[in-house]
């Protein structure tokens, strides 16, 4: 089966305008975790990380490996938490709700979490185990055909060749697997084969809905860019604020805790915590329809609960 692109790319948007509350939970969640982030990175972790990654004359010793052992490692536990929790407790939730698994927005610790941890990190590993070979390839055709390309003048080309085959191949994997997400709340289970199978002559249509969606999210945010220079340049404009004060309120510079927790950079927080949870719905969404789309008969998604189904309708 089949399904439209545009039509996928879209849904997202929909269950926005439809469903404001439970976005409005999810861009709060995330909103959290980025202050999180924030206070992690005024951890005397996370600047004796900074401390080691610019020294100079750096060399190896007993006292050495102790350092980086206290600091190393519990900075790369809370740094991998911080990175997972947004992707493995609210990329659940937001499938849970919309799959008409619960009402409303709820975050757990529980096993669609746990299995979306194993799914993120068989991605990687499908990717990185992919890499290897391609990376053969890829080495050797430059090597051989790197001469000739000099010169006909196509050396530039083939140098550009490279990374977008890359990005290709980790968006193959990426679109081919990315059914294994809904089928693990839905059906509790992880089937990454499952997804290799419904998305079978489906990656173009896949890849195209995928791309429209980041496009569209692309727009809205440069809308929302465009629209918040102008309210600011009108606000300068009318109170008389010299334009460089503006700039310091929203990007304050050696003030300490205001660099991070003042009006201004909480302002650009919450600015992006809206727009990161307006991508996670649209690209979610993307996903839970192409599911419905190409799941086989017989073993379709569950009928959504009434608060789904009126979404739906009103679609």
Avoid at 55 to 75: M, N, Y
Avoid at 162 to 178: D, H, K, T
Avoid at 223 to 229: L, P, R
């Amino acid at each position: 089966m089949s399904f439209s692109p545009v039509q996928a790319s879209l849904e997202g948007f929909r269950f926005i305008r439809d469903r404001p509350r439970p976005v409005t939970v999810w861009m709060i969640a995330l909103l959290v975790l980025n202050l999180a982030a924030a206070l992690f990175n005024l951890s005397p972790w996370a600047q004796r990380l900074i401390q080691l990654q610019t020294a100079r004359g750096f060399e190896w010793s007993w006292a050495t490996l102790q350092d980086l052992a206290l600091h190393l490692l519990p900075a790369a536990a809370i740094a991998l938490f911080l990175t997972f929790a947004s992707l493995c407790v609210v990329t659940p939730s937001i499938f849970r709700v919309m799959l008409g698994k619960t009402h409303n927005p709820d975050f757990r610790l529980g096993a669609d979490e746990a299995r979306m941890f194993w799914l993120f990190l068989a991605i990687l590993l499908a990717i990185t185990v992919a890499a290897v070979p391609f990376g053969i390839v890829l080495g050797l055709s430059r090597a051989l055909a790197g001469p000739l390309a000099e010169r006909v003048g196509l050396a530039g080309l083939m140098a550009l060749l490279g990374p977008l085959s890359v990005l290709f191949l980790q968006a193959y994997f990426i679109i081919r697997l990315s059914l294994t997400a809904p089928v693990a709340i839905d059906q509790h289970r992880l089937d990454v084969m499952g997804s290799w199978k419904m998305t079978h002559g489906a990656f173009w249509q896949l890849l195209a809905g995928t791309a429209l969606s980041l496009l569209w999210t692309l727009a809205v945010a440069f809308g929302a860019v465009i629209a918040f220079s102008l309210v600011a340049v009108l606000v300068t404009f009318v109170l008389g604020i010299p334009p460089g004060e503006l700039s310091a309120f929203l990007f304050p510079s050696g003030q300490g805790y205001l660099d991070y927790f003042g009006p201004g950079p909480m302002l650009r927080r919450v600015f992006e915590s809206a727009l990161l949870a307006i991508l996670f719905c649209v690209v979610c969404a993307t996903v839970v329809y192409a599911y419905r789309e190409l799941s086989p008969p017989g073993d379709e998604a569950p009928e959504p609960e009434d608060d789904i189904l009126e979404h739906e309708t009103a679609v």
